[in-house]
């Protein structure tokens, strides 16, 4: 585990050259606007998870009448995440719950543990203990006399798309699932499509992409194995440096001079591997509850036709006949509308989402749970 800030920061940025999420920005950055008329009512909560103690902060948007509503969780993606998700300027939970808000919807969203006002210490890949933190935030939106019980979901972006089918897997007080940018398929294939992914975004071509899979062939034993020679130790670090050949010139500026050796040795720890060996696939066949699961089709962090196509026949594995699939249009990772959906574009986008994104969940989300019946 990193045992400063700067360090972790550090990890997280080689950790998405080859396998990340999420990634790190930097800049001053355009804010997507927002009504500020707004027909909902906002309030601060705390949320106590009761198997560890640790009291987690958010806030909890309601509709301003009277009577009781359907509600849904927001669930971050990777990294030390406030509540609104705000990331590289943009806080995409704050326009996607005032949103939710306006169709007449009870949205919680909450800072994760360690970050914002929350309690605890946030580590990057204790997934158990996300899920438990989730559960805590349903039985809050359950005993609140202005949800309605029947109708609580989830919605996850990127990591919170492996978390919230979890939560729901495990849940009978689940009764929706949105997967936003979520993977559908992990290990090392996973990987291996999102290195050309992004390679294919930075103009690069089918010899390139070639070659990065032959890197990986190389590479996967490397971190996989339980023990490996000194000799494997300097292998994988040539195959490291090599694949940050094939990012884009401007990641490579956010990504930094950082240390091959030292980022070999983090993927290697246990607590990375652990994470690395899960196979969304698993959950995603024991859900029986509606889903939705969009992706933009510009998303090199979760490239969109593997990921959907996986999450789809995982659901008709397991019997699960009312899910969506979609696969937005010109939209990447952070569901922004783009030109080539690389990190470096992140920071130049004026729009935290796209309304085309919010409109697909909007609409998923008026069939699925009736927004506006009681």
């Known amino acids: 585990m990193m045992t400063t800030f700067m360090e972790y920061a550090r990890a997280k940025l080689w950790l998405f050259l080859l396998f990340v999420l999420c990634a790190v920005g930097c800049g001053d950055q355009k804010v997507q606007p927002v009504q500020t008329d707004r027909p909902y009512l906002e309030t601060d909560v705390v949320v106590r998870n009761p198997i560890d103690g ?32 705000e990331f590289l300027g943009h806080r995409p939970f704050f326009i996607l719950a005032d949103y939710l808000a306006r169709l007449g919807m009870t949205v919680l969203r909450m800072d994760k543990r360690g970050c914002g006002e929350s309690e605890g210490v946030y580590i990057p890949y204790d997934i158990e203990r996300f899920v438990q933190d989730a559960q805590s935030a349903v039985t809050f939106l359950r ?25 729901a897997s495990q849940s009978t007080d689940i ?13 090392p294939g996973f990987f291996r499509s999102q290195a050309i992914a992004m390679a294919r975004a ?20 490397i971190w996989t194995k339980d023990t490996i020679a000194a000799s494997d130790e300097r ?24 240390n091959a050796a030292s980022f070999l040795a983090f993927m290697r720890s246990n607590e990375i591997r652990s994470f690395l060996d899960y196979d969304p696939a698993t959950t995603l066949r024991r859900l029986s509850c509606p889903v939705l699961a969009i992706i933009g089709d510009k998303d090199v962090q979760v490239p969109s036709s593997q990921n959907l196509a996986a999450i789809e026949n995982a ?6 006949e009312r899910y969506r699939i979609v696969e937005a249009q010109g939209l990447n990772h952070l569901f922004q509308t783009c030109t080539t959906g690389l990190v470096s574009e992140y920071a ?27």
């Open 175 to 187: 009764s929706f699932v949105v997967l936003m940018a979520a993977p559908g398929e992990w290990g």
């Open 202 to 221: 930075a103009g690069f071509g089918e010899r390139d992409f070639e070659r990065i899979r032959q890197l990986y062939d190389r590479l996967t034993p």
């Open 315 to 320: 659901l008709r594995e397991g019997g699960n």
């Open 235 to 258: 292998e994988g670090t040539r195959i490291i440096e090599e694949l940050r050949l094939y990012v884009d010139a401007g990641s490579r500026k956010i990504l930094g001079n950082e």
């Open 348 to 374: 130049t986008m004026g729009r935290s989402m796209s309304t085309a994104a919010l409109d697909v969940i909007g609409e998923w989300l008026g069939e699925v749970v009736g927004l506006g019946q009681r």
């Open 54 to 85: 640790v009291t987690l902060a958010g806030t909890l948007t309601l509709p301003a009448s009277t009577g009781s509503f359907p509600a849904v969780l927001l669930i971050a993606g990777s990294g030390p995440h406030d509540r609104d998700e």
């Open 143 to 167: 005993q609140h006399k202005q949800v309605d019980p029947h109708r609580i979901g989830v919605i996850g972006h990127s990591q919170g798309g492996l978390i919230a089918p979890m939560l």
